[in-house]
């Protein structure tokens, strides 16, 4: 097979590097103008008649449709990646015939690596030894960490169902229901009550025991017992078939009131060891989780995530590798701060590096991330190429209104809105809505427009990574 990649100037060297060692095909790579995204279908026509080939891979920015010069010349025009340093990535894709007409390789290499972790991760799960399974769901052993989303004060919650089942979408295996000592027991059997019918594990957060029975109706897991709450709800424990969390208290260490429950016959038992907050024992207490305590160890993340002022997804990584390294089986976390939003997902997703990654040395390369800003490679193109420049300072304080009228830009239910003379229009992206604008003819004006384009990507960009927007201010 021959394989033609027409290329700018520019990213020529670029691509030229990425094929070196490359032999599973021979290629050309032909220079097409200075811009390789800049491929107009007639420059490629003529390009492949002055070069015959099989298949021609355009760059991956490129946004003309080639479909009829591949018609015409009866060869298939793929699209590349986006960057000509990432081009070598899309030989197996080559190879296999499975590079798309419309969609940059690397997308669909992304796609194709997401896709294979997650089938791995259920392969997994499913080969998975386990110390006992909650609602089919498998705790300990080499099963995956499991998840479980803490709602705080579930009692005070005025959206405790959405809360629950935003929580699943996002991966969480279960759900902890939190309550503070000024619950009643009819705020507990009103909260599980809510939550009765979802198919997955429910688990109650006190150490009061008259909370704790008034959950047992439908509780999976106790969090948390004591040595000196054993004797009081061990018969009521086991009636229920609920499995329970044992906590070091009361000058009680761990061991021992692991023992007195395994004594007061409870077989599905946790150990809890306490992971403490930051600068208050945080490092000490994490060695607690070393030693084996005749149960699978769950890590309490909350006091970590909610405790620290800094991103929780780098947070969530470092708390499921350590998780790991201790043999841990599940791991809780909230979202009960606005700056803990998506923790459930962050989480999740580290922990099913963790467990991809089981058998290397570094949870790297496994088809799983954590990041939301930050590249894991920053690509390395030219800089654009030019024979004058002017720089510029400031911004001309002359504004000249749009006699179209102007608009309030916000965010509702996860779409953007723009309002002008009370009409709204709502999407998804900064590209919709500005499109629909363009259409209804609301703005007259070049910088006016630009405007609009910078507010609406904000905004977008605010969506996209759950931050709060106000328009006109920084992002």
């Known amino acids: 097979m021959h394989v033609l990649f027409p290329t700018g100037r520019q990213t020529e060297a670029s691509l030229s590097a990425s094929f070196l060692g490359v032999s ?51 060869i298939p025009v793929y699209r590349g990646t986006r960057h000509a340093a990432d081009m070598r990535l899309a030989v197996p894709l080559i190879l296999k015939g499975t590079l798309s007409t419309t969609e940059p390789a690397d997308v669909l290499l992304d796609e194709e690596r997401r896709i294979a972790a997650q089938k791995r991760l259920v392969t997994m799960e ?49 759900i902890d229901l939190g309550f503070g000592f000024d619950a009643t027991e009819e705020d507990v059997v009103r909260c599980f009550t809510e939550l009765e019918d979802l198919d997955c594990v429910l688990s109650v957060d006190t150490l009061s025991p008259e909370l704790i029975r008034a959950s047992l109706f439908r509780a999976d897991i106790i969090f948390s017992l004591t040595a000196k709450t054993i004797p009081l709800l061990a ?33 599905k038992i946790f150990a809890d060891p306490l992971l403490q907050p930051p600068l208050s024992g945080m490092t000490e207490s994490l060695a607690g989780f070393l030693p084996e305590f005749g149960a699978p160890k769950v890590m309490g993340c909350v006091n970590v995530v909610e405790l620290i002022d800094a991103d929780s997804p780098g947070i969530c990584a470092i708390l499921a590798a350590s998780a790991a390294e201790c043999g841990c089986c599940a791991v809780l976390v909230s979202e009960h701060s606005d700056k803990t939003a998506g923790a459930v997902s962050e989480m999740y997703r580290a922990v099913s590096q963790m467990q991809l990654s089981r058998g290397r040395p570094y949870p790297k390369d496994a088809g799983v991330d954590v990041f939301v800003i930050k590249e894991k490679r920053k690509r390395k193109e030219p800089a654009p190429s030019y024979d004058s420049v002017r720089d510029v300072e ?50 007259s004006l070049l910088d006016h427009a630009a405007y609009l ?19 006109d201010g920084e992002f």
């Not at 499913?126 to 479980?148: H, M, P, Q, T, W």
């Not at 002008?420 to 209804?440: C, D, P, Q």
């Open 126 to 174: 499913e080969e998975a030894d386990a110390d006992f399974e909650i609602r089919g769901v498998k705790f300990g052993k080499n099963s995956r960490i499991k998840v479980l989303c803490e709602i705080m004060d579930a009692h005070r919650s005025t959206s405790l169902r959405e809360k629950a089942e935003r929580a699943l979408a996002e991966g969480a295996d279960g």
């Open 235 to 267: 018969e009521d424990v086991k009636k229920a078939g609920a499995a329970a969390v044992i906590i070091p208290r009361d000058g009680t260490g761990l061991i021992e009131s692991v023992q007195a429950a395994e004594d007061a016959g409870l077989t």
């Open 24 to 74: 599973d095909f021979t290629y050309e790579i032909i220079v097409s103008g200075e811009i390789a995204s800049f491929l107009t279908p007639e420059r490629l026509r003529t390009i492949i008649k002055e070069h015959p080939c099989d298949a021609a891979v355009v760059s991956g920015m490129c946004t003309a449709d080639f479909s009829a010069v591949s018609e015409e010349m009866k």
């Open 453 to 471: 384009g910078r507010e609406l990507y904000k905004a977008e960009l605010a969506i996209r990574f759950g931050r709060s927007f106000e328009q």
């Open 394 to 443: 400031g911004v001309s304080e002359n504004l000249t209104y749009d006699p179209m009228g102007s608009f309030r830009i916000g965010i509702e239910g996860g779409k953007i809105v723009a309002v002008r003379k009370g009409h709204a229009i709502r999407g998804k992206t900064a590209e919709e809505v500005f499109s629909a604008i363009l259409a209804e003819g609301g703005v």
